[in-house]
């Protein structure tokens, strides 16, 4: 079972797509545990709290009025569920409900590495694929804990083992438990805090992010928690750290150096900034005179904004340069960033499933 959390330089994606999920047998115990169909609820209640420990200054400098839940739900629900959900009913995945509650439990309380290298061990006992090794499958949950649905080759895809370090991969799900799928397409550790790390690269581990890369200027793996730091009239640095607190902009005054100022607010004047000059609910546009000032943040049919974080209002992204709304299943779409489940196919967003990644 994976839990994968993304930024795709601004899109959320959670999938469960190697999650347990199916029809129940353990209601016979004292706890109910967790019926299937509120799982999507339940789970991203359970992502969102450790989400707060894992790099929450990441998603409100890029997402900062967009809900957790509400966005993470309507991607789980668009993207792996109806695959899922079709497995339970076909009996293909077995579902126990009480396992689930732990297992959420779990994450919730988890460590960040849970969002990059697989969920816990205990979630592994709420879900029972009933798919042989070789076995025709749509999802991974079909497979079991230690195997996946590799459709790479054909569709339906066939129950594979999972690779250990250094093995031939296209996905992550293709890798054992704390590996990813490194860009060379070999199963790979992600990258420790402190690491260098370059754009394209291996990622970091979870709650850390590549910070100060450029072309041809490799970056480190810096936790998000330890960065985001400095307090209002301190020293600030854009490209070397530290940065401000999340309430707080790096206004600067030589190169990339500056100090720690409050954003200005709708309708004043405003210097570039990172994150930018206005705060969460607008940006610095600057006029022909070089002069800036806090407007609103585009909406869904108007060109996007050019700066660093948020460039439309909540709930919409920059799709060739002009602001559009995310779309649900079945939703008219131009790429896969217009999609809740991330997958725009023949211009109609549709949900996921092995055969689509």
Known sequence: MRLVWGFGTASLVLGLSASGCSSSDDGASGDAGIPFEELPGELMTATCKLLENCGAELSRLYLPNEECTTLQERAFLDSDFPALAAAVEQGRVVYHPTAARACLDAIANGQCDVLVGGLPEICEEAIEGATPLGG????????????????????????????????????????????????????????????????????????????????????????????????????????????????????????????????????????????????????????????????????????????????????????????????RLGGNCEDDTMCYSGNCDGNVCKSTDACSR
């Open 136 to 327: 025709e499958c749509t999802v991974d949950a079909e497979c079991g804990s230690t195997r996946y649905c590799n459709a790479s080759a054909t569709c339906p895809g066939a129950c594979a083992e999972r690779g250990g370090e250094g093995a031939s991969c296209a996905s992550d799900e293709a890798c054992g438990r704390g590996l990813i799928c490194g860009p060379g397409g070999a199963c790979t550790s992600p990258l420790p805090r402190g690491s260098a790390c370059e754009d394209g690269g291996a990622p970091c581990a979870a709650g850390s992010f590549c910070f100060g890369s450029g072309p041809g200027a490799p970056g480190r793996c810096e936790d998000a928690s330890t960065l985001f730091t400095t307090n209002e009239g301190q020293s600030c640095d854009i490209s070397n750290g530290p940065l401000c607190n999340p309430e707080l902009v790096c206004v600067p005054s030589s190169g990339s150096a500056g100090s720690c100022e409050r954003p200005s607010k709708l309708g004043e004047s405003c210097v570039v900034a990172f994150p930018d000059g206005c705060g969460s609910d607008g940006y610095c546009q600057i006029g022909g005179d070089g002069s800036g000032t806090c407007v609103e943040l585009p909406a869904a049919g108007e060109p996007c904004a050019q700066v660093l974080g948020p460039q439309c209002q909540p709930f919409a992204r920059c799709v060739s340069g002009t602001c559009r709304n995310l779309q």
